[in-house]
């Protein structure tokens, strides 16, 4: 039997979009000689559709949308993830469709629903817990799974009812930075025990602050996978039952951080109708990449880089910004703000334009750059990226109204020792960042001869306390008793607790941690707990 795997980037309530996607997919399944096309759950509605779901006309259509794909189903069929409304409760069910001679065939409802931060499934479907778990198809009794597995008791429970020949598990399943491993990990060791070969199928795409790598593989009855999809692209591949033969998957590297941040960025323009982008770009490393990264998702030629040089910006940092943009073939203007600074000055410093230095004068450089960035960008049609990484963010280390505009986050996700290394993996082949960059100490160049480390830990240290805080979701004394110094801890949480507030007016980010998919951060602006 030839297994035919739709690894499908779809969009989140376009129907007819979806639809057609799905059709074509199958087509080419066809075209191969496929016996069975296997789709992501939710398919046809996009992954995640939340409210939309409460909405009779969406299910109405994904309805119409499912008769029309139906009808393609002559010659092969159709495993197919969508959300239709139950014939006797007549409430609405995530399931598995089997089209099969230009009809639904078969139903799969979702037994165990998701609680998972991201879609919090309960809210909107109804679980079944007699519905059949199993297909008997062309000979092969198939167990149908749906959605993330964390165990093998959903596993064991199938197989005490009947004698399984083949695992398939229907998934859209978010991208987090390591996950491709742990999943790989998950199914070999799932497999093995319970000697069933395993066909996995994800979604692939960028949905709103979501990314989905997709990721498809099949695993053998021994754990080995015998066949994948490549991460973060497309695809439609084949698997024959009779092909169990290992082969190589690969390691999960700081090349999948890169494709993930591109693909959701690319995926939030093109399903957005957004084609054009703004940035500024300071010869600091932040900006430095971001800008590879926009360059890469929407092409340089939509790309808009602004200098907004000050009295404390460094030739150095200029230059950079300079080159950079030459060497990433994207537009570049000069700005300064030299004479607005000192607008301000006159006003607030009693007539006088020499600065005092306070944070006062260092947050309006930041705003006034701001300022010009959201002008250009509603003047020109072009959406702000913000260039805010994860460690500044959560340690307020960041101005609103200033470097926190934009339309999207793209690095608000990652730490900044992440974004060094990011850089350097842009830079393994030839120079694209200019290496002064990425050498020279970091600096939001606000007062003279102004260093990060001024205000802030050494990023060395800073990431892996706010690492263990977030990603691990540890406390203060367990972090100190990893070997941490006291007051540096209690230093870092308690600025992270202090910038509560800048979060939640920050825009969106692109979410490829592990910590907010483990746990999402869910705190009070205000609260006295000490």
């Known amino acids: 039997m030839k297994i035919a795997i739709a690894q499908i980037n779809t969009i989140i309530g376009d129907i007819v979009y979806n639809r057609d996607t799905i059709i074509d997919y199958i087509g080419k399944a066809k075209e191969q000689g496929c016996d069975l096309v296997c789709f992501p759950e939710?398919?046809?509605?996009?992954?995640?559709?939340?409210?939309?779901?409460?909405?009779?006309?969406?299910?109405?259509?994904?309805?119409?949308?499912?008769?029309?794909?139906?009808?393609?189903?002559?010659?092969?069929?159709?495993?197919?993830?969508?959300?239709?409304?139950?014939?006797?409760?007549?409430?609405?069910i995530n399931c598995v469709v089997l089209l099969k001679d230009s009809s639904i065939y078969g139903i799969f409802p979702k037994r165990s629903l998701d609680k998972n931060v991201y879609f919090d499934e309960e809210k909107y479907f109804v679980s079944s817990s007699t519905t059949p778990y199993t297909l008997d198809y062309r000979g092969v009794k198939i167990g149908m799974l749906i959605g993330e597995i964390e165990g093998h008791d959903i596993f064991g429970?199938?197989?005490?009812?009947?004698?399984?020949?083949?695992?398939?598990?229907?998934?859209?399943?978010?991208?987090?930075?390591?996950?491709?491993?742990?999943?790989?990990?998950?199914?070999?060791?799932?497999?093995?025990?319970?000697?069933?070969?395993?066909?996995?199928?994800?979604?692939?795409?960028?949905?709103?602050?979501?990314?989905?790598?997709?990721?498809?593989?099949?695993?053998?009855?021994?754990?080995?996978?015998?066949?994948?999809?490549?991460?973060?692209?497309?695809?439609?591949?084949?698997?024959?039952?009779?092909?169990?033969?290992?082969?190589?998957?690969?390691?999960?590297?700081?090349?999948?951080?890169?494709?993930?941040?591109?693909?959701?960025?690319?995926?939030?323009?093109?399903?957005?109708?957004?084609?054009?982008?703004?940035?500024?770009?300071?010869?600091?490393?932040?900006?430095?990449?971001?800008?590879?990264?926009?360059?890469?998702?929407?092409?340089?030629?939509?790309?808009?880089?602004?200098?907004?040089?000050?009295?404390?910006?460094?030739?150095?940092?200029?230059?950079?910004?300079?080159?950079?943009?030459?060497?990433?073939?994207?537009?570049?203007?000069?700005?300064?703000?030299?004479?607005?600074?000192?607008?301000?000055?006159?006003?607030?410093?009693?007539?006088?334009?020499?600065?005092?230095g306070d944070v006062a004068e260092e947050n309006i450089q930041a705003r006034i750059r701001g300022d010009i960035w959201m002008f250009v960008s509603n003047r020109e049609g072009r959406m702000l990226i913000s260039a805010s990484n994860k460690s500044e963010l959560y340690v307020g280390y960041t101005t609103m109204y200033g470097d926190m505009c934009g339309g999207l986050a793209i690095l608000s996700d990652i730490y900044k020792?992440?974004?060094?290394?990011?850089?350097?993996?842009?830079?393994?082949?030839?120079?694209?960042?200019?290496?002064?960059?990425?050498?020279?100490?970091?600096?939001?160049?606000?007062?003279?001869?102004?260093?990060?480390?001024?205000?802030?830990?050494?990023?060395?240290?800073?990431?892996?306390?706010?690492?263990?805080y977030l990603e691990d979701g540890l406390f203060e004394e367990d972090i100190i008793d990893r070997g941490y110094d006291r007051d540096t801890v209690y230093r870092i949480v308690n600025m992270v607790r202090r910038s509560e507030y800048k979060r939640y007016q920050a825009a969106p980010p692109i979410r490829i941690a592990k910590g907010w998919f483990k746990r999402a951060r869910c705190m009070p602006i205000v609260h006295g707990f000490r």
């Open 42 to 92: 939710l398919a046809l509605t996009g992954y995640p559709p939340c409210d939309l779901l409460y909405n009779p006309r969406f299910i109405g259509q994904c309805e119409d949308a499912l008769e029309q794909i139906a009808k393609k189903a002559d010659g092969i069929d159709v495993l197919l993830g969508a959300a239709i409304s139950d014939s006797q409760s007549g409430k609405l």
């Open 157 to 356: 429970s199938i197989l005490d009812e009947d004698e399984i020949d083949l695992f398939i598990n229907i998934c859209s399943i978010p991208y987090y930075y390591g996950r491709y491993t742990e999943r790989v990990e998950r199914l070999s060791k799932l497999a093995r025990s319970v000697g069933r070969p395993i066909v996995f199928i994800n979604m692939i795409g960028g949905n709103n602050e979501l990314i989905f790598d997709g990721g498809s593989l099949v695993v053998n009855a021994d754990g080995e996978v015998c066949a994948k999809a490549p991460s973060f692209e497309a695809t439609l591949f084949v698997w024959d039952m009779d092909d169990t033969d290992s082969i190589d998957v690969g390691e999960e590297d700081i090349s999948y951080l890169y494709k993930g941040l591109v693909l959701g960025l690319r995926d939030y323009c093109n399903k957005s109708g957004l084609n054009s982008i703004i940035l500024g770009l300071s010869g600091g490393v932040d900006s430095a990449l971001a800008a590879c990264i926009v360059a890469d998702a929407v092409g340089s030629d939509n790309v808009l880089a602004i200098s907004n040089p000050s009295m404390y910006t460094s030739k150095s940092s200029r230059d950079d910004a300079y080159r950079l943009a030459q060497n990433l073939g994207i537009e570049y203007r000069c700005i300064p703000i030299d004479n607005v600074f000192k607008t301000y000055l006159d006003i607030f410093n009693d007539d006088n334009d020499s600065p005092i």
């Open 417 to 468: 020792s992440q974004v060094y290394e990011l850089c350097r993996f842009i830079n393994r082949e030839e120079e694209i960042i200019p290496n002064s960059i990425i050498t020279k100490p970091p600096s939001a160049e606000l007062s003279p001869d102004q260093k990060d480390e001024d205000s802030l830990p050494p990023y060395s240290i800073l990431d892996k306390v706010l690492y263990m």
